[in-house]
């Protein structure tokens, strides 16, 4: 049996606050949420790497 290698992809967007309704209505209706040992929130280092004008941010490449 081959296995592949996946590389997970992970995108993160900025938007105004006021969008945020608009954004959260649209979600599938069948999602979960992580809880592990009675917590739902964590910490995490997120390193990103572009260029000085941010073209892989601005062309959503990833």
Do not use: N
């Not at 967007?13 to 069948?30: F, H, K, N, R």
């Amino acid at each position: 049996m081959r296995r592949v290698l996946v590389l997970p992809v992970d995108r993160k967007y900025i938007l105004p606050i006021a969008d945020l309704p608009l954004v959260l209505s649209g979600l599938a209706d069948d999602f979960r949420v992580l809880e592990i040992e009675e917590r739902r929130e964590f910490g995490y280092r997120s390193d990103y790497f572009d260029t000085p004008d941010l073209d892989s941010y601005v062309t959503g490449d990833s």
